[in-house]
Structure formats: structure tokens, C-alpha cells
């Protein structure tokens, strides 16, 4: 709501404690602009009670232009098991 796209991220392993706090962590380039972090993230297990408790996290951007890029700082989030997420740096797939 109130965002020009979603990005969904698919993670190798459950992401625990996603917090507001996180987005300046990720950073996403958005057409020929520079990277920005994401107005907010979208968990569609919070609706449930169960926020951060899935590998799937949604970043939800204020432009409409075709994401290019997606970075994430190492250590952004932790897994189950407590172990944190290293760094990625990838190409967004049209």
C-alpha cells in the first residue's frame, strides 16, 4: 500500500526479526538512479502473528522503474539457527 512496486526476496533460509530498523541495511537501484533503501518491507507472515518466520521478504519501493540491483549489508538478518546473512550484491532478473 502506497508503494510503485514490490521486489520479492527469496532467501536459503528462514529470516527471524526483520525489523523497520533493517531497511537501511538494503539498498536497491532502481532504473538509471542511485540506490535507495526500500520504504518498507512486506512480510506476509506478519498479517498472522509470525513476522520474519519464512525465506520470503518483500521490499517494497517508491519508484516505478525496473529494479537493477539489489544489496544487502552482511549480518542484515539472522537465520533460525541465529547465524547472519552475508553480504549480496545481485542483478535483479527482469
Same mark, same amino acid.
Given at each position: @500500500?502506497?508503494?510503485a512496486q514490490?521486489?520479492?526476496?527469496y532467501?536459503?533460509? %528462514?529470516?527471524?526479526g !526483520? %525489523?523497520?530498523?533493517?531497511?537501511? $541495511? !538494503? $539498498? !536497491?537501484? !532502481?532504473?538509471?538512479? @542511485?540506490p535507495?533503501?526500500?520504504?518498507r ?8 502473528? @509470525? ?15 525496473? #529494479?537493477r540491483?539489489?544489496?544487502?549489508e ?12 552475508? #553480504?549480496i %550484491?545481485r542483478?535483479?532478473d527482469?
Amino acid at each position: @500500500e502506497g508503494s510503485a512496486q514490490l521486489l520479492r526476496t527469496y532467501w536459503s533460509d %528462514e529470516l527471524r526479526g !526483520v %525489523e523497520p530498523d533493517d531497511l537501511a $541495511r !538494503v $539498498r !536497491v537501484r !532502481v532504473g538509471d538512479g @542511485e540506490p535507495s533503501s526500500p520504504q518498507r518491507f512486506d512480510d506476509h507472515d506478519a498479517a498472522h502473528g @509470525e513476522a520474519g518466520q519464512d525465506n520470503v521478504l518483500d521490499l517494497c519501493l517508491a519508484e516505478a522503474a525496473p #529494479a537493477r540491483t539489489i544489496w544487502v549489508e552482511a549480518g542484515a538478518f539472522v537465520d533460525a539457527a541465529g547465524h547472519a546473512s552475508a #553480504a549480496i %550484491e545481485r542483478a535483479v532478473d527482469d
